[in-house]
């Protein structure tokens, strides 16, 4: 695991990837957060 801090919330957290400084980082509860209000996603096959 990696140390981490929450993109939203700020919180200390841990991660099971290398975060990388261009992409956002969430801990567990803003995660679940940002899944449940995010609209599903349309495939185009």
Request: aromatic fraction near 14%; charged fraction near 25%.
């Amino acid at each position: 695991m990696y140390p981490a801090v929450c993109s939203e919330c700020g919180k200390d957290t841990e991660v099971p990837f290398q975060p990388r400084s261009d992409k956002p980082v969430y801990c567990r509860e803003c995660f679940q957060l940002r899944r449940t209000a995010a609209p599903p996603r349309s495939y185009n096959y």
